[in-house]
Structure formats: structure tokens, C-alpha cells
């Protein structure tokens, strides 16, 4: 059974930090790479960060790289998304998701991914 919980969203001011989590079923963490992904307001959903938890290979969206860092816990079925230097268009709904047919490469593309949490929503003020 594919279940993802996000949490950790909320308010902050331009330049701070935020850290998601994503709890996944065991199962799902074992065998998916997992993905945070984007959604603004009038806006295409985008990927943001993906992590192969059997590897650790990581992707990185141009626009958070060196500023959004994606992780795992093993001992937990959890992944993170520690975001520094938040921006105002960082400012979204951000889902946590599975693709389960990444085959060990982490990817970006939406259409990659099965399976989708509730969101979590992150605003990001001037």
C-alpha cells in the first residue's frame, strides 16, 4: 500500500528556512525514488528535488539548487526537503510523491510519478 504523509509546511519570511518531511510506507520507500514537486497558484506543477532512496542519487530543479537539500532516514521511510534561502516564489503547495519506475535514476518529471500526498502548503513572504 502506497501512503505518503507531508508535514512541516508553513510561513516564513524571505531568506529563512523550512524543512518538509515525507513519511512513506515501507514498502514504498524501498522501492520508489521520491520526489517533492510544486504547485503555485495559475501555475504548472513542477518538480522540485528527487532522491533514489536505494542510492541516494539526487535532482535538483535549476531554480533550488544550492539553496533546497533533499535527504532520507532509512530508519524512519522518510525523506526531507531542508529549503534555505526561501524566496517568495518558492511560495506553493508542495507534494511529496513516489515513482516507481524510476529504475535507481532520480527524475523530475511530473508524469514520472504515481503517487501523491495530500500537500503541504509553504508561503514564503517579502
Known amino acids: 500500500q502506497v501512503q505518503l504523509v507531508e508535514s512541516g509546511g508553513g510561513s516564513v519570511q524571505a531568506g529563512g528556512s523550512l524543512r518538509l518531511s515525507c513519511a512513506a510506507s515501507?514498502?514504498?520507500?524501498?522501492?520508489?525514488?521520491m520526489g517533492w514537486l510544486r504547485q503555485a497558484p495559475g501555475l504548472e506543477r513542477e518538480g522540485v528535488a528527487s532522491i533514489y532512496t536505494g542510492g541516494g542519487s539526487t535532482s535538483y530543479a535549476d531554480s533550488v539548487k544550492g539553496r533546497f537539500t533533499i535527504s532520507q532516514d532509512n530508519a524512519k521511510n522518510t525523506v526531507y526537503l531542508q529549503m534555505n534561502s526561501l524566496k517568495p516564489e518558492d511560495t506553493a503547495m508542495y507534494y511529496c510523491?513516489?515513482?516507481?519506475?524510476?529504475?535507481?535514476?532520480?527524475?523530475?518529471?511530473?508524469?514520472?510519478?504515481?503517487?501523491w500526498g495530500q500537500g503541504t502548503q509553504v508561503t514564503v513572504s517579502s
Open positions: 510523491a513516489a515513482d516507481f519506475g524510476c529504475a535507481g535514476s532520480s527524475r523530475l518529471w511530473i508524469g514520472a510519478y504515481q503517487h
Open positions: 515501507r514498502y514504498t520507500y524501498s522501492y520508489a525514488c
